[in-house]
């Protein structure tokens, strides 16, 4: 009896993007998704983080090359702008449509 | 990671998205300003009838420059800034307006017994058409206006004194009634930013 994955389950785990497998990540970029620009508070709120996790999570988004950051200063603070990148689109959109499949998969 | 994990994460990230749709009933200060613009140009057409016309036009344009500075500054108040949006609200409502204007001239040159009155009331209705329009593609809280403004503008035909300063008072309370449900989310950007 061959009791190896159907191969749907398995293109769908491959296409997990590792990155992407923390909520805050996903969350964050799946709110980029929704408009071009959020500043760090706003993130902060809607995720519902702290600072100091949600500012790491952030920092690994930018390293991969998925979110670009901006600073600059409204009434004399600083205030970080994120957006996601045309690489952050391209892996939000796989990754979503691999745990898709996965489900999907789990659920048949 | 298992699918349970999957599941929850998704939960998560779904009430992440519904909180932030919650919070964005569009920047109170634009929502204000053509609710302003809409309560004295109706009142215009009742009063003074001859300026309402240069009113609406003037204070139209004025109105779509200072809605996307207004804009601008809201966003960096909220923390939330979307160009994109604000690109497609304005084409939506600046071509919108201006076709539907153009749309009831139209109909006034073929069908040349329909009095100023109604042609004014034909404005309204495209207008809601418009609104209804914005609320099912862009922004869900114009949704519920559309038909008001169709109502209305039906309706004010039927109104012996002081229809469209009533029709404008009612458009402008809802322009004005989403701008008191702000979700508490939307705090300043730069309020805790120490990470």
Known sequence: ?108 | MDVQQMQSDLAYIRGTVARQQRSSNGPSPVLWLWAIYVLVGYTLIDVRPAAASIFFLVAGIIGGFLSAFLSRRWARRTGEYDPAMGRRLGLHFGAGVVLAIAASMGTAMIFKTLTGQQVGQLVVVMIGIVYFLAGVHIAPYFLWLGPVLIAGGLAVGFVPHYGWTMLGAVIAIGLVLPTFFQHAAQLPPQANESH
Do not use: C
């Not at chain 1, 497998?21 to 709120?45: C, P, Y």
């Open chain 1, 1 to 108: 009896m061959d009791e190896s994955p159907p191969s749907s389950a398995l293109s769908g785990l491959n296409g997990l993007d590792a990155i992407l497998q923390h909520r805050s990540r996903l969350g964050a970029l799946v709110l980029l998704s929704t408009a071009e620009n959020m500043s760090f508070s706003r993130l902060k709120t809607l995720l519902d983080e702290t600072d100091g996790n949600l500012g790491a999570q952030l920092r690994k988004l930018e390293e991969a090359g998925y979110l670009s950051a901006k600073k600059e200063f409204v009434d004399r603070k600083p205030v970080t702008w994120y957006s996601m990148t045309k690489a952050g689109r391209a892996a939000l959109s796989a990754h979503l449509r691999a745990m898709e499949s996965l489900i999907k998969t789990v659920k048949n």
